[in-house]
């Protein structure tokens, strides 16, 4: 069975950090493109970032250059360390994990920053 579980959400002044965890099981992680999307209320879900197996990274114009995607294939973990965070990356945060069809997602992890 396959699981992604999302950690480290919470609340945070604008201007701070906050640093995610998604944590895989039941998949060959090290094979799988792992992502970071957010949905913020009314909205539609958005990409946020994702990391090929080989490491390569790609981000969302809003988030690049404060935003850092990671993964160790080791923990079967990914990451998402956000720095610099304003009111406008409040959502909540769902880590994905494709190979194929179908792809996974893990329960979502709530982002709030007060300004």
């Known amino acids: 069975q396959v699981q992604l579980v999302e950690s480290g959400g919470g609340l945070v002044q604008a201007g701070g950090s906050l640093r995610l965890s998604c944590a895989a099981s039941?998949?060959?992680?090290?094979?799988?493109?792992m992502g970071w999307y957010r949905q913020a209320p009314g909205k539609q879900r958005e990409l946020v970032a994702t990391?090929?197996?080989?490491?390569?990274?790609n981000y969302a114009a809003s988030v690049k250059g404060r935003f850092t995607i990671s993964r160790d294939n080791a923990k079967n973990t990914v990451y998402l360390q956000m720095n610099n965070l304003n009111p406008e990356d409040t959502a909540v945060y769902y880590c994905?994990?494709?190979?194929?069809?179908?792809?996974?997602w893990g329960q979502g992890t709530q982002v709030t920053v007060s300004s």
């Open positions: 994905n994990a494709r190979y194929s069809v179908p792809e996974y």
């Open positions: 990391i090929i197996s080989g490491g390569r990274t």
């Open positions: 039941g998949i060959i992680f090290s094979i799988y493109t």
